[in-house]
């Protein structure tokens, strides 16, 4: 069975920082890129971060290319999402997605972890 499970979610203050992960079980984790989305209640979801499958590119939203940055360890099987810096507009639940590369074609989602920033 495939399963993505998020973690490292919670609050935190203006200007701190989370790091988060996904442990991915079930499929071929290294032919599959890994993204980071996020949405917040009633609005629609957001990319946040793409790594590709052997993690040699990245690319990021604008608003947070300076401040997060994703890395994957393939060995462990897990994607992370080391967020900096983060504002009260960073406040939504993260979730973490997997989109196979090549002749794969599995996308699967994890059931996300709430980020809450707030003073």
């Known amino acids: 069975q495939v399963q993505l499970v998020e973690s490292g979610g919670g609050w935190v203050q203006p200007g701190g920082s989370l790091r988060l992960s996904c442990a991915a079980s079930?499929?071929?984790?290294?032919?599959?890129?890994m993204s980071w989305y996020r949405q917040a209640p009633g609005k629609e979801r957001e990319l946040v971060a793409i790594?590709?499958?052997?993690?040699?590119?990245?690319t990021y939203a604008d608003s947070m290319k300076d401040r997060f940055i994703i890395s994957r360890n393939n060995v462990k099987k897990t994607v992370y999402l080391q967020m900096n810096s983060l504002k009260p507009e960073d406040t939504a639940v993260y979730s973490c997605?997997?989109?196979?590369?090549?002749?794969?074609?599995?996308?699967?989602w994890g059931q996300g972890t709430q980020v809450t920033v707030s003073s």
């Open positions: 997605n997997a989109r196979g590369e090549g002749s794969f074609h599995g996308d699967y």
């Open positions: 079930g499929f071929f984790f290294r032919n599959y890129a």
């Open positions: 790594i590709s499958s052997r993690g040699g590119t990245t």
